[in-house]
């Protein structure tokens, strides 16, 4: 027999692939973007910057986007959301549900929109059979760009949506040191073991209101500040941190200044 070239190639995208510009430090589509931060440490702040703020993803990014949050309609720092998109303030599953039934309804999956997920505070809420604990394994199938969910306490967030989610967000000040520790014992491994990683979660939220900011779809995983701040790689620890990889959102250098 010939003796061929059994080089790997690269499987074709598919046709009509939508493609819309993003900073390459933010999530990319398709992502699971999981928060885990404490009451009054700025979820709302981030949520409403990414869905609003034209250097995130902005108002243009998705065709759809719905709101799941008990707050959503007393929270001030939500009104724009709730001026901007489909917002709700109970979880069900009628609701998934409804949602699944409209994307599945096109015959051309190239046509569904792009849609955005977010449900804020729900997740320790809501029973673990619930239908977006499974959608946290499928929500690419549906077109959803962007499934974020928050919670304050880890260990309440399904394993499935843990074990699915590409990004992590860990706000401060994090005064449950237990509740931290569990995060470290689930992701430390990925950053050098739990003592590196909350190393590293210390460098990265020196101030209040910042955040940890993970990339685990990266090779390796990569550690931010912010959304400012390259801080660590996969395996390193504090000793180890990246100097010089601090960038604001436009790209330019931006000198260890974090935007207010």
């Known amino acids: 027999m010939p003796a061929h070239d059994l080089q790997i190639l690269k499987v074709l995208d598919p046709p009509q692939e939508k493609t819309k510009p993003l900073h390459p430090m933010l999530p990319q589509p398709p992502a699971l973007l999981l928060m885990i931060s404490p009451i009054r440490t700025g979820k709302s702040t981030i949520i409403s910057n990414l869905l609003l703020n034209s250097d995130f993803f902005g108002q243009d990014f998705f065709d759809e986007v719905m709101c799941i949050s008990p707050t959503i309609y007393n929270d001030k720092t939500s009104r724009f959301l709730k001026k901007a ?58 077109n959803i760009k962007l499934l974020l969910m928050s919670s304050q306490n880890y260990r309440a967030v399904s394993p499935v949506i843990r074990s699915n989610c590409t990004h992590m967000i860990i706000g401060s000040p994090f005064p449950n040191t237990k509740e931290l520790g569990k995060i470290a014992e689930e992701v430390g491994d990925q950053f050098g073991g739990a003592d590196n990683f909350l190393s590293i979660y210390r460098a990265a939220t020196p101030k209040k209101y910042d955040f940890l900011y993970l990339d685990l779809t990266s090779n390796p995983p990569l550690a931010y500040h912010n959304f400012t701040k390259l801080v660590a790689k996969g395996g390193q620890g504090y000793n180890d941190m990246i100097s010089g990889g601090n960038f604001n959102l436009d790209g330019a250098e931006a000198d260890g200044e974090v935007p207010k």
């Open 85 to 142: 998109f489909d917002c709700y303030d109970e979880y069900s599953d009628e609701l998934i549900d409804q949602m699944i039934d409209k994307q599945s309804s096109y015959e051309d999956p190239n046509d569904r929109p792009d849609l955005a997920v977010v449900l804020d505070d729900i997740i320790g809420m809501i029973r673990r059979e619930a239908r977006i604990n499974h959608l946290a394994s499928r929500f690419r199938h549906y």
